[in-house]
């Protein structure tokens, strides 16, 4: 999990440079508020199935331990207290417990279609969604095991990114409109008890690009040249709120969440830390002595 830092980068690079504060989340679901936020956090290379965990909590990182997974999953998704594993190319997969900083397997899968484009877990909840076919499976992720629950055939198609908050799953389309004035739709609705419900969507968005989500917020993460433009909003009960810039930073490989914190990373093993809680932004700093090239980093919520 551990090595020396590959590359240092100057702090002002990595840093989000902010703009006015965020406008604070309303309250999530009362699972949510009943159920303790997951601090976990899942490093994990596909070639050699090296993975190592750690918490992630109010900005604080703590290594918790090394393990070997087998080798070429494709996707992530981790709960409140769970993680799943997917291989999109064989229907591979497995679960397992996943808190304070360790996972122990408990499911392993050798039948789950193959070919979903993205899988996102919400605090009870996971989605499959393939975005050529516009098809989607919900279930349960509790207490280390998936339960499918519902099939969807009717999901808009060339949704390009979903994130979930503890009860809220958000989705954007890719880049739309014209190259001065890039745009994507939003949609959103209720993760939860297994099951997806719509709640509402929004056309012709500003370009939002890649989404991360904590237990209450999303942070959108556009490309614009060299550096990433950051949008952030609420996203409980289903509802997104408005989408606002807060600030802008370099350009990153992999961002992984926990309930309030956020992983910046670099293929080179550049890591910056942040917290995301209660609609609300803050840098923290650099984490030096993180292994280079992670596939996956994936955190609870």
């Known amino acids: ?30 699972y949510c508020d009943d159920t303790t936020p997951n601090t976990s956090i899942l490093f994990y290379n596909k070639d050699t199935g090296v993975a190592g965990t750690a918490t ?6 703590h290594y918790t331990g090394a393990l070997t997974l087998p080798t070429h999953y494709t996707h992530a998704a981790a709960s409140r ?29 050798t039948d789950f279609s193959t070919k979903w484009s993205l899988v996102e877990a919400s605090g009870d909840s996971v989605l499959f969604y393939n975005s050529g076919t516009g098809r989607g499976i919900t279930g349960t992720l509790k207490n280390g095991r998936y339960q ?15 994130a979930a908050s503890c009860d809220t799953a958000v989705a954007t389309t890719a880049r739309r409109g014209s190259v001065e004035f890039p745009e994507s739709n939003l949609g959103y609705g209720t993760l939860t008890g ?10 012709r968005e500003a370009f939002l690009g890649t989404l991360v989500a904590t237990e209450d917020s999303v942070l959108a993460l556009s490309r614009n ?17 408005e989408f606002r810039e807060i600030g802008t930073s370099g350009v990153w490989d992999t961002v992984g969440r926990t309930a309030d914190s956020l992983f910046f990373y670099k293929n080179d093993g550049t890591a910056w830390i942040s917290k995301l809680s209660g609609g609300d932004y803050a840098n923290v700093g650099p984490l030096k002595d993180v292994s280079s090239g992670w596939s996956i980093i994936e955190g609870g919520v």
């Open 1 to 30: 999990m551990k090595k020396s830092l590959v590359a240092a980068v100057a702090t002002s690079a990595l840093a989000v440079l902010l703009a006015a504060p965020a406008t604070p989340a309303t309250a999530a679901s009362q």
């Open 56 to 61: 992630l909590s109010a900005g604080s990182y």
């Open 81 to 109: 207290d769970s993680l799943l594993l997917y291989n999109a190319d064989t229907g591979a997969g497995e679960t397992g417990t996943f808190t304070a900083g360790r996972y122990t397997r408990v499911q392993s899968f």
């Open 148 to 162: 499918q629950v519902r099939r969807y055939d009717d999901f808009s198609t060339g949704w390009a990114f979903i």
């Open 194 to 203: 297994g099951v997806y419900t719509n709640v509402g969507n929004r056309d």
């Open 225 to 241: 040249g060299s550096e990433l433009r950051y949008r952030l909003a609420s996203a409980t009960n289903g509802k997104v709120g």
